[in-house]
């Protein structure tokens, strides 16, 4: 939405307010963000929210207090927490936490994903994969995570999901898994338990 002097405005639709799971990225301009994380403070919805990139993570307010989970990956953890490289990457996210988010999921790409809450900071080992494409890898490690979140898993086995999803996409050629189908993720899922 856009106001009169021009400035891009997030409205919250009625249909939105009664939402369980609200998906948000950085593509949203700062104020929209602002805005959004505002609105989600009272509201039950989980609120999660993609870094996208270093400098358009560089969107979100400083005070993350409303985010229910920030997925980023190594770079954007760094600069969001003003940490300098070399820094370890859970005390960047407590940083992250400190300023409000509930959860931070880190992308670790094939070494699967950094998972920090009110428990402290684990990794979350990632499933061996025969890597066709990197595209959308990230975006479906957010998906798994939300998906299983939304249906009251604890974050471990949301992030879990999400790695599982992650390498299914790391697997296909293009951004989406195709032929994603229950079958296909419980094969994955005995997969992973006959690796683990």
Same mark, same amino acid.
């Given at each position: 939405?856009?106001? $009169? ?10 249909? #939105? @307010?009664? @939402? ?15 805005? #959004? ?19 358009? @993570? ?15 990956? @190594?770079?954007?953890?760094? !600069? ?51 890597? $066709? ?9 957010? !998906? ?10 604890? #974050? ?10 992650? !390498? ?29």
């Amino acid at each position: 939405d856009r106001d $009169v002097t021009g400035v891009q405005t997030c409205a919250l639709p009625i249909s #939105l @307010a009664a @939402a369980d799971v609200i998906f948000a990225d950085c593509n949203l301009t700062a104020a929209a963000l602002r805005e #959004l994380v505002e609105l989600a403070r009272p509201m039950k919805a989980l609120l999660a929210v993609d870094g996208v990139s270093t400098l358009k @993570a560089g969107r979100l307010p400083h005070c993350l207090s409303g985010i229910d989970v920030l997925f980023v990956n @190594a770079a954007e953890t760094l !600069a969001l927490s003003q940490r300098s490289e070399g820094t370890a990457l859970d005390v960047a996210a407590l940083a992250l936490r400190d300023r409000g988010a509930v959860a931070v999921v880190i992308g670790l790409g094939p070494n699967g994903a950094l998972a920090c809450d009110s428990e402290g900071s684990r990794t979350i080992e990632a499933l061996p994969a025969e890597i $066709v494409d990197v595209t959308g890898a990230g975006d479906a490690l957010a !998906a798994g995570t939300i998906g299983k979140l939304a249906d009251r898993a604890g #974050l471990d086995d949301a992030v879990r999901e999400g790695t599982l999803l992650s !390498a299914l996409t790391l697997e296909c050629s293009g951004s989406v898994r195709r032929d994603l189908s229950r079958d296909l993720l419980q094969a994955a899922r005995e997969r992973w338990a006959a690796v683990g």
